[in-house]
C-alpha cells in the first residue's frame, strides 16, 4: 500500500485546510484510514479516523467539532477537513492505513510521508 498525503500549507489562526490521502495498492486489505499528526518536540498524536464501510468517524478530543475525516472510495482517498485552525494545530499531519478503528500507531501499518500545516498567530 502507499499513500500519498497532500493538502498542507500555511494559514492564519480561524482560518481551513483540507488534507488528502490518497491510497494505492492492496488497499483493501485496510480496515480503515486514520491521521495522526507530529508537533516540534512533541510525540506523533492521533487526531481522527475512520472504517473505509463507513459508520461514525473517533476524533482526538483536541479537533472535535472543529476537524472531519471523510473518504472517497471510489478514488481511495479519505480527507481531513480542518476549519478554526489554531496555532497549536501546527505539525506535520501523516495517514496511515489501520487494522481496526483504532486511535493507537500499533494498528496502523502503512503511512503517508506527512503534509505540514502551519497556523500563525
Known amino acids: 500500500v502507499q499513500l500519498q498525503a497532500s493538502g498542507g500549507g500555511l494559514v492564519q489562526t480561524g482560518g481551513s485546510l483540507r488534507l488528502s490521502c490518497a491510497a494505492s495498492?492492496?488497499?483493501?486489505?485496510?480496515?480503515?484510514m486514520g491521521w495522526f499528526r507530529q508537533a516540534p518536540g512533541k510525540e506523533r498524536e492521533f487526531v481522527a479516523a475512520m472504517r473505509w464501510s463507513g459508520g461514525s468517524p473517533i476524533y482526538a478530543d483536541s479537533v472535535k467539532g472543529r476537524f472531519t475525516i471523510s473518504r472517497d472510495n471510489a478514488k481511495n482517498t479519505v480527507y481531513l477537513k480542518m476549519n478554526s485552525l489554531k496555532p497549536e494545530d501546527t505539525a506535520v499531519y501523516y495517514c496511515?492505513?489501520?487494522?481496526?478503528?483504532?486511535?493507537?500507531?500499533?494498528?496502523?501499518?502503512?503511512w503517508g510521508q506527512g503534509t505540514q500545516v502551519t497556523v500563525s498567530s
Open positions: 495498492g492492496r488497499t483493501f486489505s485496510s480496515y480503515g
Open positions: 496511515g492505513t489501520s487494522t481496526i478503528l483504532s486511535t493507537r500507531e500499533p494498528h496502523y501499518d502503512y
